[in-house]
Each structure stands twice: as structure tokens, then as C-alpha cells.
């Protein structure tokens, strides 16, 4: 398992948003060492590569969104249905991973890369229309939906520095069986999965509190 790009966004005028504002959407790949440190809470734009930021400062960004990571061998999946190529960051990833079941993660369990840096996987990728249209595809939140392979958001627990070819080996899973995939299927197109997210301790708080009331809903609308 390594990683093969580091990526990190290049700025740019977002017109898939109502209201002027900027996109951290095109991320490319970089040479060399990027920093990684914890970004403190959401609101700021931080995240946790240096050089990287979002814009979108209420529902990105943040100590449990510090850092994106999706599957080479899911791009190469998407690259063949969608007809063309997919470079690394083509997603807004900040980590391009081969050999590494990104979707199957655990919450958190802790992804140790190179000498330094821990991670740990907080949460799944929810598609929003800025996602639809970079990719310029219509319908794509849909289909991204559909196919359930939504890559992972992870938070900083060891700061150090990351580079490609940085070798990623998994460190503590926890004793559950909530995946990044279960989560987004839940959150998402099968409801009843709900029940079941709650004892992933590392699933982010506003995440369990938006699963507490979809639960308390889904229950006074049976009794009622």
C-alpha cells in the first residue's frame, strides 16, 4: 500500500455555487515533502496539507475533513465508464492510494504513511454540485451516489511530512464494523443502515448528532 500523488488545490472562480466565491477543487499532484498538521476546527478553510485550503468554510475543511484520500484503482474504474483520463487529484483528493481499500476503511482506524504522519479515517465523501460541475458530468451526483465508492476523509493524529511513494501501512483498527462505505450508504440511499453507525466512537460528533435526529424522525414517524 503507498501513496502514489500527493495533491494539493489550485484556487479558482467556482460558478457551480450560487454567490461569488472560489474552488480548492483542482488539486494537482506535488513534488517533494508536503507538511501535514492538524487544522483546528471547521470554519476557517484550513486543512491539513500545507499549501491546500477550501472555500467552502461550512461544510468543508477542518479537523475531521484535514485530508481527502481516494483509490487509484477506483479512478481507473471511473476512468473507463466515464471515457476519459483521470489523473491523480482529479477527484479533489489530497491522497492518491494504491492497494488500499479505501471504501472498506474503518472509522477510525489509523493509516500510518512514511516515517511520521498518522491519519485517521473520520468519514465519508458526501457529493455536492461544485463536484458535479468540475467533472462537467450531468447527473453526476447520482451516479456518484449509486456506485458508493465515495473515498474518505481522514484527521491529522501525528503531524510530520508526506511524499509520493510513502509507504501506507494500517495501525489500529477498531472493533466495529462500520466502514467508510456503510456510512455513506446510510447517510445517503439505504436509511436503514442508521441504526447501525452509532458505535463508530471516531465518526465526527455532527455526524452522530444528524444521525441521532434522522433516527428520532424515522421513530415518531412509526409511532404516529
Known amino acids: ?35 501535514v498538521t492538524a487544522p483546528g476546527p471547521k470554519g476557517t478553510g484550513a486543512v491539513g496539507l500545507a499549501g491546500d485550503r477550501v472555500y467552502d468554510v461550512d461544510h468543508h475543511g477542518g479537523y475531521d475533513q484535514a485530508v481527502y484520500a481516494y483509490a487509484r484503482e477506483d479512478l481507473d474504474g471511473w476512468e473507463a465508464e466515464l471515457g476519459r483520463p483521470l489523473p491523480g487529484g482529479a477527484f479533489g483528493e ?24 498518522v ?14 460541475g468540475w467533472l462537467r458530468r450531468e447527473g453526476w451526483i447520482k451516479r456518484f451516489t449509486q456506485a458508493a465508492v465515495p473515498g474518505a476523509y481522514l484527521r491529522v493524529i501525528e503531524p ?11 495501525g489500529h483498527r477498531p472493533d466495529h464494523d462500520v466502514t467508510v462505505g456503510l456510512v455513506f450508504r446510510a447517510a445517503t440511499l439505504e436509511p436503514e443502515l442508521l441504526p ?29
Do not use: Y
Open 119 to 132: 491519519l485517521e479515517v473520520s468519514c465519508p465523501r458526501i457529493p455536492c454540485s461544485t463536484f458535479q
Open 94 to 117: 489530497n491522497l492518491t492510494t494504491l492497494g488500499l481499500d479505501v471504501t472498506g476503511a474503518l472509522i477510525g482506524e489509523r493509516w500510518h504513511i512514511g516515517p511520521q504522519v
Open 196 to 224: 447501525r453507525l452509532l458505535v463508530a466512537d471516531a465518526l465526527p460528533e455532527e455526524d452522530k448528532e444528524l444521525v441521532r435526529r434522522r433516527l428520532a424522525k424515522r421513530s415518531g414517524q412509526e409511532s404516529g
Open 160 to 170: 510530520g511530512e508526506i511524499s509520493a511513494g510513502d509507504r501506507v501501512e494500517i
Open 1 to 35: 500500500m503507498e501513496l502514489l500523488s500527493v495533491n494539493v488545490g489550485r484556487p479558482q472562480p467556482n460558478p457551480w455555487k450560487s454567490g461569488p466565491g472560489d474552488t480548492g477543487i483542482d488539486k494537482r499532484p506535488v513534488d517533494g515533502p508536503v507538511a
